[in-house]
């Protein structure tokens, strides 16, 4: 996409955004499915339903833009998941995948929130009514399940498993 417009930068990173939230919701169930922990399981299928909130609001907001030349595929957040897909395959110590699973979701979920806060502050600079509270919405509700899954840390739940 040929970016010449501030509105067209809004277009390609909107876009971003929400292949990066279709391409997780493809993967966090894999996730889900690496833990032994119930708590972990219970807020990571919480993480799946804010995602593939936040891909709905990015595609509405999508759909009120024109449509996009050369749209492309998210980069960092796909580099992200393969990372923690390497990580865990690797481990020697099983007990950690559970921490592995926090950090890793943890770092992904700040990162697309921090995403969706610059993009509805543009979305304001832009007058983009129709996308500033969508996106506002999908950062907070990022930000509120990474501060979950601190809590989880904080309160010693992520300590590997006892062999």
């Known amino acids: 996409m040929f970016v010449q417009t501030a509105q067209d930068l809004f277009s390609r990173r909107l876009g971003d955004v929400y292949s990066s939230a279709c391409f997780l919701a493809q993967h966090i169930p894999s996730m889900v499915t690496a833990t032994e922990n119930e708590d972990l399981r219970k807020l990571l299928n919480l993480y799946l339903d804010i995602v593939r909130d936040n891909a709905d609001r990015s595609e509405a907001a999508l759909r ?19 990372d923690f897909f390497d990580l865990i395959e690797g481990l020697q110590e099983p007990s950690l995948v559970d921490v592995a699973i926090i950090f890793s979701s943890s770092e992904i979920g700040i990162y697309e929130a921090q995403r969706f806060h610059l993009l509805s502050e543009f979305a304001d600079q832009l007058g983009r009514a129709d996308a ?5 919405k999908s950062g907070e509700s990022l930000s509120a399940i990474c501060d979950q899954l601190r809590e989880i840390v904080g309160n010693g739940k992520a300590q590997p498993r006892p062999n």
């Open 64 to 82: 009120q833009l024109p449509p996009a030349v050369g749209q492309r595929e998210p980069t960092a957040v796909p580099a992200m998941v393969d």
């Open 132 to 136: 500033i509270d969508a996106m506002k």
